[in-house]
């Protein structure tokens, strides 16, 4: 058991030498230290249960420690511990089979990395080589691929982009949701890939109108764009659908994956490309096999949960309870957004990828922070600079209706506190954001009430 001393030695060091910003408010929320978890139960040492609706952005997909993905990565590490360029392992034609049976006709070819910003890094050269001619990129305003040079070189957020510009890409950013953007802006043949996430992910939490990915996708096709479709949140059930294109019913030229994939055991990721694509790209003239690779060698262990875990979201079909359980979850945000306007502006959300758009981050933090003293854990936008940020809540799919009715009694009382408080509070909260939470230590304990000393503040 970790005692008071051992939690503050180990929020000092975080705080001093990982990452400042999250220890503080870490710390700030009475996080306990973890032990386990299992389903969507975090256990601390002291034995207190966190209900994680935020499921580390949509990883947790199938629950936290699976119980199938655990004993295909346990019986996996004792056998194999890589698929070494060269190797065969009967594990990778195993999940190319398993992914051709779940993708949308004509993704089947498949190149595995170790993470979303990396594949993204894949569809780009595949994009850059399928279509030489043409350098412009379009992506939505808000949207996220990653974070290497590549894939910021994509963002359509400008706090994240600019300070390492000039990136590579030649971008052209459009309003997320609206296709005569879209269209007006591969009218003329320039522009080599759309770039989008089916449902825009992130602080912004955005469900594009029916029929946009239709609409894009048409135009994509009447122009001779590809399609790149980021799945990397929405896939595997988490909007109802097992992909989130499917609303739509379009199939787009590349599609990226990870996150849920692997059902939070090991990280992988997958950029699934339409064989034409593949036939593009080596009609380049400086083609090489090699130039569509990722380095190194993929870890077996991660093949195998991805297996796994495809046939936990399959044979439980839990797309179809991320529709079932998701209006549960969304109406009751709407529901809280009726009752609490002064705080709240929306509760976006499909499936179950729903979300709180908050009147200003300082409203998001307070109410994260709500939330989690009352035992439920959000995704809270630490990163984004944005006026109107949405908490996030991605349950695992293998949720109960408890737990969702558990976590809107939660927020029902965080948000009726937060009414009660004076304004005054939301405008420090509002400092503290904006200094990047480098408030005197004493300041931040009286509004936290956390035993920590946040002894990594300046003071
Ligand atoms: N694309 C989307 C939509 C994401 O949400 C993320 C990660 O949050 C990425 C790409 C990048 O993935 P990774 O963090 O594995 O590089």
Redesign the pocket.
Known sequence: MTGTDDRQQIFSALGRHWNPGAATMLAAAGRAVESHATGSQVYAEDGTATLDLAGS??VFLVGHGNPRVAAAVTETLARASAVPPGAVHPVTATLCRYLLGILPTGLDRFVLGS????I?EVALRAVHLARPDRRRIVVADGS?????LA?LSLLGQRNHRDPFEPLGSDLVVVPYGDAAAVRAAVADGSVAAVFL?PVL??AHLTVPPPGYLREVAQDCVATGTLLVA?E??TGFGRTGQMFAVRHDDVRPDIM?L??ALTGGFV?V?VCALAGSVVDAAERHPRWHPSLLATGGPISAVAIAAAVATIEEVRDRDLPARAAELGPRLTEGLAAAVRRHPKHLRGAPGIGLMAGLRTANPAVELMVSIGLAQRGVHTGHSLNEQISEPVLRFYPPLTCTATDIDHALAALEEALTWLDRQPRALTRAVSALLRRQYRLPPALLLRLSKSPIRMDWQAG
């Open positions: 952005y949509g993470s979303g910003a990396e993204c996220y691929h990653g974070k290497t894939a996430e992910g992130g980021d990397i949140q990226l990870s996150k990280p990721a």
